[in-house]
């Protein structure tokens, strides 16, 4: 026959700071360190639309094709990997309208009555060296129905060097409230 054992255990409570904060058995002052630091823009985005109006579809294409892909190209050359391209094309046809017996104006849409039609091209450049926008935008507008879209927009994205610098100077502005506030209490207080 089994005799019952007792299990006991003795559970201590955690010291660890899930369970038990270190600002529990001391006073303690939390201290904000607060930087700012100007930074010059590092991407510069351009927009750009081609644009060809032709009775043929096709001649437009080939008129507005040739104009972009020509600037684009000498976008590349002078760029290179600095400058990141996307482009897209659109085509509106118009077509003969005319009006019937009431003079209300009926909207025709047949194939053998289009009358001419529009090809765009809209070219978005984002440049990694803001030191090239005013050249590559001199290249993009030095094309045949070429016009700016917008103007040039400057942005930063800050690097990661560039964000440890800032936070460096947080920590920096944090260390000297810290000594302030050690100060104002007869140098009682010490950095945890």
């Known amino acids: 026959q089994a005799t019952p054992r007792s299990i006991t255990t003795n559970v201590s409570e955690p010291t660890f ?22 930074l010059m823009p590092n991407v510069a985005n351009l927009t750009f639309k081609y644009e060809a109006t032709e009775r043929e579809a096709d001649k437009a294409l080939t008129l507005v094709t040739r104009s972009a892909r020509s ?16 482009a897209t094309s659109t085509r509106q046809d118009y077509y003969e309208q005319y009006r019937d017996r009431a003079g209300v104006r009926i909207e025709n849409a047949r194939p053998d009555k289009l009358e001419r039609s529009t090809i765009s091209w809209v070219v978005s450049i984002k440049l990694t060296d803001v030191t090239l ?9 030095n094309s045949i129905g ?10 930063l994205v800050p690097t990661e ?32």
Do not use: C
């Not at 700071?17 to 100007?38: L, Q, S």
């Open 133 to 141: 926008a005013s050249r590559v935008r001199a290249e993009m507008l």
């Open 17 to 38: 700071a899930a369970f038990k904060p270190y600002w529990v058995d001391r006073p303690v002052m939390e201290v904000i360190g607060r930087a700012t630091k100007e």
């Open 146 to 155: 070429a016009s700016e879209v917008g103007g040039v927009y400057f942005s």
């Open 71 to 86: 600037a684009i190209a000498r976008v590349e050359r002078l760029a290179g990997a600095k400058a990141q391209i996307t």
């Open 161 to 192: 060097a560039q964000m440890r610098e800032v936070t460096s100077l947080a920590l920096d502005d944090a260390r000297e409230r810290a000594r302030t506030m050690g100060a104002l209490h007869n140098g009682r207080t010490r950095l945890l």
